[in-house]
Structures are given as C-alpha cells and as structure tokens.
C-alpha cells in the first residue's frame, strides 16, 4: 500500500537525519584533533605532524556523512497522471472497473446484459433532460428526443409502480434509483439515479454519502437483471458541487466495496467526459486513485 510506503520512508529519514549528523559532526572533530596534540603540561597544542590515520578517519567519516545525506534526500515528485483516452483498468477478483474517457450518449456496442446510468435530482422533475450540457440531457435528446417532453410523468409512473413515495417535500431519498421500461433498453438497460438533492433556497447539492448510496442502489436494483456490465458518468461533480477528483474516489470506493455484497457486476465502465481530465489529473485525490 502506497500510504504506508510513504510513512516508513519518511520514518526512515526521521532516524537517518541525526545519524547523518554524527558521522560529519565526528569526522570533523577526528579533522581538527589530526593537527592537535595533548599533554599536562602544555594542553591542547598545534603540531606540525599530522596524524595522518587520525585524518584519514575523519575525512572518511566527513564523506559517509555527506553521501547518506544525498542518498536519503527526496527526489521532488512528478506529477503523476492517468491516461483516461488509452483507458485505466483496476481489477478486484471478477471485477473489473475500466476509466476511460467519452460520452455516455455516444457508447456503443452494449449488450442485453448491460446498463447506462443516468442521473437525476431527488425530484425527479428533471428539467436538465432536455439540456445537452448534462449527462442526462446528452443521453436524451441524442437517443430518445421524443420522450423528453414525458420524462418527468413517465419517472413518477415508475417510481410509483414501484411503490417508492417521497419522503417529505415530494423529495425522494438521495441514491433513490429505478430502471426504465424495456422500450428504452435499445439494447442496454437504462437506470436513473438520484445523485443529487434539489432543495429550495439551496439548490442542486451531491455528497461523498450520496455516491454510495446511488452505487448500492444501482447494484441492488440490477442483481435480479441479469446486468453484468456498468456505464456510468461520474455523478455528483457537475451540479452536484463535488470536486471531480473526490467524486470519482468515492466512486471507485464505493463500486469496489458494494461488489463484494453483489457480485452479478463483473465490469463496471466509468465514462469521463473529455473536459474533465485536466481537472481530474490535477485534484488532490489523484494520488488516491493512482494507489487503487
């Protein structure tokens, strides 16, 4: 593990940095007392010969001293990245998470096996669908233009088929998720999630808490679906407000530790938008992801 490689070399450079010192501090003081000599009666006196075995050890102790210190000095860190457009696979027993850059309107060669997730506010009065700025509306208005008008009633006929009722306010509870009937699955199955809160006077809100609530409820929902494949943005990061970086951490995390309770998921996709690499390569928790 990354983080405890870090914690013993910096434990490591705690214990060699005094070391460091007494093998100069000593080859110096061995240097000085080359050219000195003692007695009771005159004390401390210089000589004219040298103690030659006296300065050889010095200047040896001197030169141990000042290669350990170069030796265990930290090399400054590149900045390291992740080829998202070549794609980046984490492997976990029969799950496999591939990140990899794209659009989610735009995935091809899906199966009868797999799923698209989309996302949506805990109203699930979505006005984004018809917006091709978000995951949702990119989705629509590419593949099913013509069911953007209805998608709001046809959410609550599902929802309420389901037996799902609001909790307060007509909020559904965050991660609330469903599936969207077969005239959809062209030939993937459609899931939407709600990844995010819609609150007056706050507005559109995601949460570390919210992603895996949404990525328990997406698994739960598929374990009877025979679904084994997953496409799926990273929610949360656009309105949601959570950094990318953090959004796509707790993600990986989340999709790593609910696939041990269902295990019909053997790959899971995560589409990165092309825009969002810079940041991504740039957030403080790429150091995170790159240890996965």
């Excluded at 459609?190 to 990844?195: D, G, K, P």
Aim: include cysteine.
């Amino acid at each position: 593990m990354k983080w405890l490689k870090d914690m013993l070399s910096d434990a490591k450079a705690v214990l060699l940095a005094p070391f460091t010192n007494i093998l100069c501090g000593g080859g110096i003081l061995l240097l000085f007392g080359s050219f000195v000599d003692y007695n009771k009666v005159n004390g401390l006196s210089l000589q004219g010969n040298v103690h030659w075995t006296m300065l050889a050890s010095g200047l040896a102790l001197v030169g141990a001293g000042g290669v350990l210190f170069f030796l265990t000095q930290k090399m400054p860190e590149t900045h390291s990245t992740l080829d998202y457009v070549k794609g980046v696979a984490i492997k976990r027993g029969e799950l496999t998470i591939f990140i990899k850059t794209g659009e989610i309107q735009a995935i091809q060669e899906t199966t009868r096996n797999s799923a698209i997730v989309l996302p949506a506010n805990t109203t699930f009065v979505d006005d984004c669908a018809a917006d091709r700025r978000t995951a949702m509306g990119a989705f629509f208005t590419e593949r099913f233009p013509e069911e953007i008008g209805g998608l709001p009633a046809l959410l609550k006929e599902v929802l309420d088929g389901k037996g799902i009722r609001p909790v307060e306010g007509g909020q559904y509870a965050p991660g609330t998720t469903v599936l969207l009937p077969d005239r959809f699955a062209k030939p993937a199955r459609v899931v939407v999630t709600a990844s995010t809160t819609r609150t007056p006077g706050v507005g559109i809100v995601s949460t570390p808490h919210i992603i895996c609530n949404y990525v328990e409820e997406i698994l739960r929902i598929t374990a009877d679906q025979r679904v084994d494949t997953i496409h799926v943005p990273i929610l949360g990061s656009g309105h949601g407000g959570v950094e990318r970086g953090m959004a796509l951490m707790f993600l990986l995390l989340a999709m790593l530790h609910f696939s041990k309770l269902y295990h019909h998921i053997h790959k899971v996709h995560i589409v990165v938008h092309p825009k969002d690499v810079n940041g991504l390569n740039e957030s403080k928790e790429l150091r995170q992801i790159l240890a996965l």
